[in-house]
């Protein structure tokens, strides 16, 4: 049998599997610790109930043969690609029609699929640090070349550091490919109208691809930052934009999402001279490798769109961003240079008194029973820098913080 050698090639880093292991050792060691999880992706509250009763609704007409539904549309049900298109694009002045949105099972997913469009010897930029899924599923894919050093030949990191305000700053090469995050996981940093109209115009005079996710824009309060990269003039000629339900309205157990790939979107080929639209490929992609989204999840996925659904996120979202203020300010208070936590439920800090990232975890699993990430496992860059969440319980949280300021 001959296998896919890629996967030897991925840079193993454990995170997640040695934070386990390590908050198992601890509770062995200390059985009556009250361990709070502030590093947890996920989130805590319960599903909005306009999703919940579209849920009851739909299944009731599963039950019926006049109303059940097989299988649906890959690309997603009309009813929420006209809702998507409607209340996240026309309503921001964006030119998105219903025919360039394609629903999915998640955003994690459509971000590692894209890779199937390309080909291999593309340059590939990724910011440094940044959520894994970019580099890793190119990594699988055999997009990323060999590994050489820290990285592997055919990617570029883009360094978020301090000193620009932890944001990806344009290369003075060449990339066929960039991945963006904003609000960016795990810094929480979000990209500013001009900073995107950079990007757009790097893109448009050097043919790159730009790969936008936008999965935490509802997390951004501040009206002057932009929530998508469309509301950028030309950005439907150089970008795919991903979103997601799961963070905004706790689909992360349901698995609804949906991408954007506009009809303008054109690709150069290195192979020849005619231009390659990306929406007809992803399309094939789609149709051939992908049945579709429960048509009861979509069901639900359209009521958030309804002006209850609407409220009801934004209360959820008060939350999360609320506890994330206050780990935010909790840090600021003891001195730490902190980012995000502002529009975006990621808070991302510099480890005090010169420790590594495992080392601060260690400290504020013996000193507080508080669980974060340490920010090595997002790239190079991020060693030395911590990851906390504003997901946690708001009781959980406050008690959290109290325990830190009290410390």
Known sequence: ????????????????????????????ANPTADIIRLGIGDVTQPLPQ?????????????ARAETFRGYGPE?????LREAIA????????????ADEIFVSDGAKSDTANFADLFGKGNIIGISNPV?????????????????????????????????????????????????????????????????????????LENKTLILFDAAYERYIRDNTLPHSIYEIPDARKVAVEFRSFSKTAGFTGLRCAYTVVPKTLEVT???????????????????????????????AAAALYTREGQEQIGRIIDIYLENARTIRKVFEEKGLRVWGGENSPYVWLKVPGG????????????RYHIVGTPGSGFGTMGEGYFRLTGF????????????????
């Open 86 to 97: 409607e209340h996240d694009y026309r309503a921001r002045g964006c030119d998105i029609e």
């Open 392 to 407: 946690g319980s708001p009781e959980k949280t406050a008690e959290a913080v109290e325990r830190l300021r009290m410390g």
């Open 50 to 62: 306009a999703a919940i009763r579209a849920l009851h609704e739909a299944v009731d007409e599963m």
């Open 75 to 79: 690309q997603g049900y009309d009813f």
């Open 131 to 203: 959520y894994p899924v970019y580099l890793d599923s190119n990594v699988l894919a055999g997009h990323s070349g060999q590994p050489a050093g820290d990285g592997y030949e055919n990617i570029r990191y883009l360094d978020c550091l301090p000193e620009n305000d932890f944001k990806p700053q344009i290369p003075d090469g060449r990339l066929d490919i960039v991945y963006l995050c904003s609000p960016n996981n795990p810094s929480g940093v979000v990209l500013t109208r001009d900073d995107l109209k950079k990007w757009v115009d790097y893109a």
């Open 1 to 28: 049998m001959i296998i896919n050698s890629n996967f030897g090639n991925v840079k193993e880093t454990y995170l997640f599997v040695e934070i386990a292991r390590r908050v198992s050792d601890y509770r062995a």
């Open 269 to 299: 080929v290195s192979t020849g001279n005619k231009p390659l639209k990306l929406h007809s490929m992803w399309l094939r992609r789609q149709t051939t490798k992908f049945n579709g989204v429960p048509y009861i999840v979509q069901r």
């Open 355 to 366: 420790m590594t990232s495992w080392e601060f975890f260690d400290h504020l699993l013996d």
